[in-house]
Every structure is written in C-alpha cells, then in structure tokens.
C-alpha cells in the first residue's frame, strides 16, 4: 500500500497493524471550497491522496489529513513559534475536536473511499512557562493544533473521548472497519 503522506506518524499506525507502506507524496494546495469543516478535511485528504492515485492507478493508495477545531475554527500546524504559543493558549483548559479524514484509492479497482473521525480532546489549564517549556522542544512546530498527543504533548491532555489514533493522525479503527467492508479482511491487508 502507498501512504499518500510524510508522516511518521501515519507509517506507523498504518504499518503496526500489519500493512505493508511505501510512501510517495505529492504537492497538493492543502485548501478547499467546501463548506462544512468536515468537508473541507475530507476533500483536502482526498486530493492528496488522489493526486498520487493518478500516479500509480493499480495500486491502493491512503492519505489523510487532520485538523483541530475549536469554536469553528479549524487550527492546523503552527506558522511559528508565536503562532504554536497562541494555539496551545486557546486549548488551555478547554476542550476541543480533532478531525481526521482519510481516503483510499485504487483506480484500476474503481475503489475511492473518503470518510472522517472526530475525537473530543480536554486540555487541563496550561501555564506560560509549560508552553514555552514544549516550544522548546520543537515537537508542536509540525503538528495540528501545536501538540503531539503520543509525545510530550500528552502531559497537557486531561482526556480523550474518541479514538486516540485519530488524534494521533490515522483513526485505523474506524479505517480497518470501512475496508471489511470491501470484503478485505485483516489476515489479507499484509498483501495490499
């Protein structure tokens, strides 16, 4: 299977669960006409993955993208350091949702799914010297919402109520499930 992405993250959950991942991405503007929140996501996942699809047509191709939202707002991955401090001052204290959508293609299949989760996550109350303390340590520079929950991020996290992997980048539940439905079964996805 090609994994439509960089991350490290997604490879891993992808690969932990037994598929076997190469990973090619494409350039793709990462925006989107759509209305809803949950559609901009998915149809931005869906381009990225579909623009390496288009490469690579007998091949079952996943990419996906996630997002933080709070108070309508969709929050992605900070633009600087200013920018990571003033996220993780919104999150302190509150709750808010991460949204991940996924796609899988394969064109010589006419296989094209493209489906979401959402995962309510709390943060406790964050002081500055916390927040400036993970800057520090570079990880929220390349994450939505600033934070890495399977990383130092998670000393900020009160609670999760959803599926933690969503929150990570990939929600394989909820992905494992909708491709059963294609008739492939967790002893086969070795062989996508």
Do not use: C
């Amino acid at each position: 299977m090609i994994l439509a992405s960089k991350s490290p993250r997604r490879k891993e959950i992808l690969e932990d669960t037994g598929f076997k991942i190469q990973i090619i991405s494409a350039q793709v503007e990462e925006t989107s006409s759509k209305d809803s929140i949950t559609d901009k996501i998915m149809d931005i996942a869906r381009k990225k993955t579909m623009a390496v699809a288009k490469m690579h047509p007998d091949e079952f191709v996943v990419g996906a993208d996630t997002i933080v939202e709070v108070d309508g707002k969709i929050i992605g991955k900070p633009k600087n350091e200013d920018d990571a401090f003033n996220t993780l001052k919104i999150l302190s204290g509150r709750e808010h949702n991460v949204i991940t959508a996924y796609s899988l293609i394969n064109l010589s299949k006419k296989i094209d799914i493209t489906d979401y989760d959402i995962t309510k996550v709390s943060f406790r109350e964050l002081s500055d010297n916390m927040i400036k303390w993970y800057i520090s340590t570079n990880e929220p520079m390349d994450k939505a919402g600033s934070y890495g929950i399977q990383g130092k991020g998670a000393v900020f996290v009160n609670g999760i109520n959803g599926d933690f992997f969503s929150v990570m980048g990939f929600p394989i539940g909820k992905f494992v499930e909708k491709i059963s439905q294609l008739g492939i079964e967790l002893k086969e996805i070795e062989n996508i």
